[in-house]
């Protein structure tokens, strides 16, 4: 756990509607003149126009420019070692992989990062770790905090829906890993840390308690973006993930090694959610209301995912981290949770 005197936090935090027009603006406030810019697959095309006349106006230099593709340990770290002299500052524009690469490539020169996501599938954009492939695995590596967080909503609201419902599933499952966290806690498995707790409750909280009439209202996406934000911030706390990431992560990680093509972290995620707060009898009314208001259960019955994969993943998902000791980590739980991907009437709609 970390020393609560060196945590860190994002010197730069802008989330709102036209936030990628100004970000000469915050780069020229942080004295960050020198960058190396990441785009993700085609996006140079779609917002590269409109970043460079940002920095250009505010005489921000920028070193070098290319689209990013690859998340393999080996091939991020040569680029680490190749970026030019001088640079300042790491940013990234995209989605999950390039702003991992990005992340690991700045973490790797102890440079600053600027994570710009351009989608709002998950907290990733705001955590302290990277997801990379080593030794062919998709593994999880250190990082840092990002030093600084640009999110526009008027880009986020370009993303095909699919990433806004999995952002969703995603910042629900705050409700059910802060249970786990407490209840690894009462069972002698480690402490809890209560910032990191009351951060990750506050986040979820405001998300859940925000009114929308579409998912795609400014109100509704500023704070499902500001709330997965504060979810990193709670995770930079804790010195890990387990304020927002519990048994619902491990059943989705499980389906990753299950499936030949896993559905979107998030809706993987938001499904488990359900299953385990109806387990842990714990909000899930509320989880609930949320996943069919936002449409976000219509959408999963589209994907026609199997009951059968989801059993299969309960009872893997203790070997996901074994020295973890979540509600699926004992028998009784599990039991219950694939019994109600068998019998629950709302789950019965969704998995096939």
């Known amino acids: ?45 779609l917002f590269g126009v409109k970043v460079m006349d940002s920095l250009k ?59 710009i996501p351009t989608s709002s599938s998950s907290d990733g954009f705001s955590s302290a770790s990277a ?4 030794n062919g695995k998709r593994t999880s590596v250190p990082a840092r905090m990002p030093y600084g967080i640009v999110v526009d909503t ?62 795609k209202d400014d109100l509704f996406l500023k704070e499902l973006l500001d709330s997965l934000a504060m979810s990193g911030i709670a995770n930079e706390i804790a010195g890990g993930s387990v304020p927002t990431s519990g048994s619902e992560h491990l059943i989705s990680h499980a389906l990753d090694k299950i499936l030949e093509v896993p559905q979107l972290h998030g809706i993987q995620v938001g499904i488990a959610t359900y299953i385990m707060a109806k387990v842990q009898d714990h909000r899930y009314v509320r989880v609930n209301q949320i996943l069919t208001d936002t ?4 959408y999963a019955k589209t994907l026609k995912m199997r009951k059968e994969d989801f ?12 020295y973890r000791h979540t509600y699926l980590h004992e028998e009784k739980y599990r039991e219950m949770a694939k019994k109600l991907v068998r019998e ?9």
């Open 1 to 45: 756990m970390k020393n609560s005197n060196s945590i860190e936090i994002p010197a730069v935090l802008k989330i709102g509607r036209g936030t990628l027009e100004h970000l000469g603006e915050y780069l020229k406030e942080s004295h960050l003149e020198q960058v190396v810019i990441y785009f993700g697959d085609g996006l140079i095309d």
């Open 57 to 115: 106006e505010t005489g921000i230099e920028v070193r070098e420019y290319r689209e990013l593709n690859t998340v393999d340990i080996d091939e991020i770290i040569a680029l680490a070692f190749e970026l030019p002299n001088h640079v300042q500052t790491v940013i990234s524009i995209g989605g999950g992989k390039v702003i991992d690469a990005g992340k690991y490539a700045a973490f790797l020169r102890n440079l600053p990062f600027i994570s």
């Open 131 to 134: 997801s990379l492939i080593v």
């Open 154 to 215: 008027d880009v986020i609201k370009t993303a095909p829906e699919k990433f806004i419902y999995s952002g969703i599933g995603d910042m629900l499952s705050k409700i059910t890993a802060i249970y786990d966290w407490v209840y690894e806690a009462e069972n002698g498995a480690g402490a809890v840390n209560d910032c990191a707790v009351m951060i990750a409750k506050k986040a979820v909280n405001s998300f859940v308690r925000t009114p929308f009439a579409g998912i």
């Open 295 to 298: 449409g976000f259960w219509e």
């Open 311 to 322: 059993i299969e993943a309960i009872e893997k998902a203790p070997m996901v981290k074994p």
């Open 344 to 352: 629950d009437e709302l789950l019965s709609e969704v998995l096939v």
